[in-house]
């Protein structure tokens, strides 16, 4: 008992507070510790009975990330988070990566939902929300924009996986095909030879 006056005799001394004082700010500084590191911990690392129904099934329809390699952007649009049975994704500088254990952040109603099924690059290295903004060319980027960006395709390159890139080729091909499927042989042979 000696030990407990002691230290409540103390608390004044040191902090200037009383000891109720004290012990309210006590246990508002754990209360708010608590509040925040939740605010920051991923699905993952909740217990399962607090995870939702919605979040367990979304973690069971996708388990392993798809390897797409070369996509087009207009096919990386189909996977913007709007179909819960496909992976969210998103590009940075051409590089597609599977951000589908961030849905709460990149898929529908999250902060950073604009930038899902998209090259997100110059709305990154902008720190933009712009819609605009939210495309790949990142001509005319200033040398720390330019940084940011890195800093971001780092952390990207780091926290998930890249399943593709994004290509025009798909497209030239596309139109190229589209192009001779009318025309005769000798035709396209000589688009071919003006082309080389």
Known sequence: MAFYSAFLDAIPAFTGLSPAA?????????????????????????????RTADQQEQQHVVSEPPQLGDVAEEELR???GSDPKKPLLMAIKGLVYDVTKSRMFYGPGGPYAMFAGKDASRALALMSFDPEDVIGNIEGLSRDELEVLQDWEYKFMEKYVKVGQITAKKKTEERSLE???????????IENLKAA
């Open 22 to 50: 004290f012990f309210t700010i006590l246990a508002l500084m754990i209360a708010v510790y608590h509040l925040v590191a939740g605010m920051f911990v991923s699905s993952d690392q909740l217990p399962d009975e607090k």
């Open 179 to 189: 192009k001779t499927e009318g025309r005769t042989e000798t035709e396209n042979a």
């Open 78 to 80: 189909a996977y913007d």
